[in-house]
């Protein structure tokens, strides 16, 4: 086995590195005090084949892998977390088709989300808490040709935009939420399916959050993905696919802030020379380079493994899903020990919104919290042991 990138990984580093600082870095700063959703960088993302980098071949992906996919969020995440987000919202919402999906249903869905003609999004989380997945609320009653879905799910990445929803509902209560739920694919414009509050964000607030409503909804029963229980196990596995994609996006924005913030140390001058010649200074930023380093290898390691896996729904060792987890987990807290290091580097200029470093300092948090807060991440971790 290699031990690092190979060329093509290096050429699509170097290629997204070069389209970010060209057309994704110049408007972040607008998109992010506007906090209204980007057509713009999903357009920009779709004429570059970054949708689909993960996606099976046969399905009109490139097949390049996840590592491909983590690189290519990084490096939008160092410029812009929430256009990182877009393949990372992407990746969500189409996994538990590409684990769980039968023929027709990729043959149907996959091509459109793989070349970013269509958007998709995941729909787990409930009001009540977005941890204790078993305990969710939503219920989808078997009718004829149809599941009849009713509830409402909460801080839903790209739902209003999306045109493909994959939602977790209860079609056997008395079994509980481990055994008695299923995933369906919900498309936009079904009947009874709204879009309900749109989130006001601290940071990522050129990404879309939103709450989705399911009145009545008549989904067909075709649209239901590996029958009925199967719900449970779909979103767990999902999420040990995805949540490596977050760290992307976590190591992306700890990146970007290093970068910036070691760039203002070599030419801010005090007490007569840069500051970086200042050891206070200087120690915060090689522990921020440590940090970046240690996150990135736990990160490569992981896509590495995973990618090489079957995307179906046999059972991944406990090894792989605690990799899975500390590379979400350890990527998420360097982020935000990067950036609150970052502004204290820019000092008063690190707080102010004329300086990108407080925005990624924002755009930090949130990855601490999705997909899985970092304390559930540890509980997952010593789950495997
Ligand atoms: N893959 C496959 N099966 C899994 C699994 C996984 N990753 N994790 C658990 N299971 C199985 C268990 O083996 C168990 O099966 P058996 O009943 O056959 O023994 C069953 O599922 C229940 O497992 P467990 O008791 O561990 O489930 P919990 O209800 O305690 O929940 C956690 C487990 C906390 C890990 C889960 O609810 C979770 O990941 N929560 C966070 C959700 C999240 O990320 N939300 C954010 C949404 S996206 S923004």
């Known amino acids: ?53 993960d996606f099976p071949e046969e399905h009109g992906g490139a097949g390049a892998g996840l590592l491909a996919l983590i690189i290519v969020c990084e490096e939008l995440s160092k410029v812009d977390a929430s256009t990182g987000m877009l393949p ?23 091509s459109a989300l793989a070349a970013g003609e269509k958007l998709s999004a995941f729909a787990l989380t409930e009001a009540s808490g977005g941890s204790d997945v078993a305990a969710f609320r939503s219920r989808a009653v078997k009718k004829g040709d149809s599941y009849v879905l009713n509830g409402t799910k909460t801080f839903i990445t790209n739902g209003g935009v999306a045109d493909t929803v994959t939602v977790y509902a209860l079609t056997d209560p008395a079994k509980g939420g481990h055994k008695g739920s299923s995933v369906f694919v919900v498309e936009k414009g079904t009947k009874g399916f709204s879009v309900g509050k749109h989130e006001d964000k601290l940071g990522i607030r050129s990404s879309e959050t939103v709450e989705l409503i399911f009145e009545d909804c008549p989904v067909p029963a075709e649209n239901i993905l590996a029958g009925e229980g199967m719900g449970f196990a779909i979103m767990m596995k999902t999420l040990d696919f995805s949540r490596p994609a977050v760290g992307a996006q976590a190591l992306g924005i700890a990146a970007g802030a290093f970068e910036y913030s070691l760039n203002y140390a070599k030419e801010r001058v005090a ?115």
């Open 1 to 53: 086995m290699q031990y690092g990138l190979t060329e093509e990984q290096i050429l699509l580093r170097d290629t997204v590195r070069k389209l970010a600082k060209e057309k994704v870095e110049p408007g972040a700063a607008a998109r992010d005090q506007k906090g209204e959703f980007s057509w713009e960088m999903v357009g920009l993302l779709r004429e570059n084949g970054l949708f689909g980098v």
């Open 271 to 385: 007490f007569g020379k840069p500051i970086i010649a200042q050891q206070g200074v200087s120690f915060k930023l090689a522990d921020m380079a440590l940090n970046i380093e240690a996150a990135r290898q736990l990160l490569y390691k992981t896509a590495s493994v995973l990618q090489e896996l079957p995307k179906d729904m046999s059972r991944l060792s406990p090894e792989t899903i605690r990799l899975s987890s500390m590379s979400k987990c350890f990527c998420a807290d360097t982020a935000m020990r990067v950036t609150v290091e970052a502004v204290q580097v820019l000092g008063g200029y690190g707080y102010v919104k004329e300086y990108p470093v407080e925005r990624y300092l924002r755009d930090a948090k949130i990855t601490q919290i999705y997909e899985g807060t970092n304390e559930i991440q540890r509980v997952v971790i010593m789950s495997t042991y």
């Open 88 to 110: 990372v919202a992407q990746e969500l919402g189409t996994l538990p088709i590409l684990l769980a999906g039968n023929p027709d249903q990729k043959k149907k869905f996959l």
